[in-house]
C-alpha cells in the first residue's frame, strides 16, 4: 500500500512538472521570425532584415539586406566609411552563412562597399568559402560589384591623422584603445564597435547569419579577425541555433567563439548561458587578465529564444520580432 501511494505521489509530481514545462513553453512559444544583432546600428539594420522576415522572407536574404544598411553608413564603423589599418587603407571583412550550412566569407577586401554581398556570391558561385585581398576584389568586381575611390571620410580622415602624431607600433593587441581618440571606445567609457553581426529565424524556422566589419582600427595591413572566419565571428546549425560575436577577434578566434556556443546551446543551455560561458573561457584563457579587453556574444535557439553576454560593461544588442518590436538591450557581462 505504501509503494502504491509513494508511485501516486511520484506521478502526480511527474504530471505536475510536465505541466509546468507546457506552460512555461506556452509562455515563451517560438519567437518566429526573429533577428537580433549587436549594438545600437543593430536597430536600423534590424528594420531592414525584418521588412524580409514580416513578408514571409527567407532568413539568408533577412541577414543580407540588413547588415548593407550599416555598410552603406558613413562615418560608421563599418563599412567603406570605417577608420583605416596603420598605412592608411580601408580593408573589409565579411561572411555570411545559410540553414543548409552553406557559407561565404571574404577578408581584406578594399574598395568595395558591400563585401556582404560579395562573401554571399563565394558561398552561392564558387566552390571555396572565403577569398581574400587582391583575389577577392577580383571576383567582386567580375561578379558585377563596382570598385568605389580610395578616399577616407571625413571622421576617419581625423582619427587617422591624429593616430600618426605617434603612430605607437606595439606588440599588445588592441593598444589603440587606450588613446582618447580611440575608435573602440567611447569616452564615457563606453565600448563602440567596428562590427555588426546578425542572426535570424525565418517564418519557416530555418536559421541564417551575417558578420561583417571594417575590422580593427589602425590595425597592420593584413589583419583579419574573427568576423569572417566561420565558428569564430559568425556560426549556424539549422537544428540548434546561430550565433555571432563582436570585439578583440583574436580572442574569439582562440576559442572557435561561435561554434562554441552553439555547441553549448546543443548540450542545453539557453543563448544567454552559452554565450556567458563562452565569455567566462576567454577570461579563463587569459587568466583573468582581461582589463582592457571586451568581447560580446549574442545567439538565437531554435526555440526563438535569444540572449548575449559580454566581459565586460557597455556592449548592447538590438532585437527585432514585430513590427513594433525592436528594442536595443543591454548585454549582462562578467565584469564589475
Given at each position: ?14 504530471l ?22 549587436t ?21 539568408l ?19 567603406l ?90 606588440p ?76 578583440l ?47 560580446g ?7 526563438g ?21 525592436n528594442?536595443?538591450?543591454d ?6
Amino acid at each position: 500500500m505504501l509503494q502504491r501511494r509513494r508511485f501516486i505521489q511520484t506521478a502526480s509530481l511527474g504530471l505536475s512538472t510536465l505541466f509546468t514545462q507546457n506552460l512555461f513553453a506556452k509562455n515563451n512559444a517560438v519567437k518566429k521570425p526573429i533577428v537580433i544583432s549587436t549594438w545600437k546600428e543593430g536597430i536600423n539594420a534590424n528594420k531592414a532584415a525584418w521588412n524580409v522576415l514580416r513578408n514571409n522572407g527567407r532568413a539568408l536574404d533577412a541577414v543580407e539586406q540588413g547588415v548593407m544598411v550599416t555598410e552603406n553608413s558613413i562615418n560608421c564603423c563599418v563599412g567603406l566609411g570605417a577608420n583605416p589599418d596603420r598605412d592608411g587603407y580601408v580593408t573589409l571583412d565579411a561572411c555570411i552563412m545559410d540553414e543548409t550550412g552553406n557559407a561565404g566569407s571574404v577578408a581584406a577586401i578594399e574598395r568595395i562597399k558591400h563585401p556582404i554581398s560579395v562573401a554571399r556570391k563565394v558561398m552561392e558561385n564558387t566552390p571555396h568559402v572565403m577569398l581574400v585581398g587582391e583575389g577577392a576584389q577580383q571576383f567582386a568586381v567580375a561578379q558585377g560589384f563596382p570598385m568605389e575611390p580610395q578616399i577616407l571620410s571625413d571622421s576617419a580622415r581625423k582619427a587617422y591623422e591624429e593616430w600618426l602624431k605617434k603612430s605607437e607600433y606595439k606588440p599588445k593587441v588592441n593598444i589603440e584603445n587606450s588613446g582618447a581618440f580611440a575608435p573602440n571606445k567611447l569616452s564615457n567609457g563606453n565600448w563602440n564597435h567596428d562590427t555588426i553581426g546578425m542572426v535570424a529565424m525565418d517564418a519557416a524556422g530555418n536559421l541564417s547569419g551575417s558578420c561583417t566589419t571594417s575590422g580593427m582600427a589602425f590595425k597592420m595591413h593584413g589583419r583579419v579577425g574573427d568576423s569572417p572566419i566561420i565558428g569564430a565571428g559568425l556560426y549556424v546549425d539549422n537544428e540548434i541555433g546561430a550565433a555571432t560575436s563582436t570585439g578583440l577577434g583574436e580572442e574569439v578566434i582562440k576559442i572557435c567563439g561561435t561554434h562554441l556556443v552553439v555547441e553549448l546551446m546543443r548540450q542545453g543551455l539557453s543563448p544567454e548561458a552559452a554565450c556567458k560561458a563562452a565569455c567566462e573561457r576567454i577570461v579563463k584563457r587569459n587568466k583573468g587578465n582581461v582589463k582592457d579587453m571586451q568581447v560580446g556574444f549574442i545567439a538565437i535557439n531554435k526555440q526563438g529564444e535569444y540572449g548575449g553576454y559580454c566581459i565586460q560593461s557597455g556592449f548592447n544588442f538590438a532585437v527585432c520580432y514585430g513590427d513594433d518590436h525592436n528594442e536595443l538591450i543591454d548585454a549582462k557581462h562578467l565584469m564589475p
